[in-house]
């Protein structure tokens, strides 16, 4: 695990999800942010998805499951990933991405990035 990743948990924020929502409710901005999973059987999806804390992005796909946008990839690096971030820039407006330490494969915008950085050399409230 990265120091990043261990100064966030002492904020309670333990994944890509939660850095999200928690950003949402400091700022009330709800950027797009992609996430990399890594289908573990023939049938769960492998690749990236983009994600908004609070909304679908793919309100009418056909994964009922998951309705936010999906691009096939079998690696964390690969071309899906390029795909995912050619696709939010177009439609939400990301202009700079950045990857954080410990978060493989996942982009976020640099305002969220740089938020979460900050939290992380900071205190948790109330000791938590």
Not at 21 to 37: M, V
Not at 59 to 66: F, I, K, V
């Amino acid at each position: 695990m990265s120091k990043l990743q261990d100064a966030l948990r002492e904020h309670r924020i333990f994944n890509a999800y939660e850095l999200a929502k928690a950003y949402k409710a400091a700022t009330g901005d709800a950027p797009a942010f992609i996430t990399f999973s890594k289908g573990g059987s023939s049938w769960a999806f492998s690749g990236h998805h983009v994600h908004r804390a609070g909304f679908l992005t793919d309100p009418e796909s056909g994964h009922p499951l998951d309705r936010n946008k999906r691009f096939n990839g079998r690696t964390a690096s690969g071309a899906s990933l390029a795909e995912a971030a050619a696709w939010a820039d177009a439609r939400y407006g990301v202009t700079e991405w950045v990857k954080l330490p410990g978060f493989t494969g996942h982009l976020f915008p640099k305002p969220m990035a740089d938020w979460a950085k900050q939290v992380a050399k900071t205190e948790p409230a109330n000791g938590n």
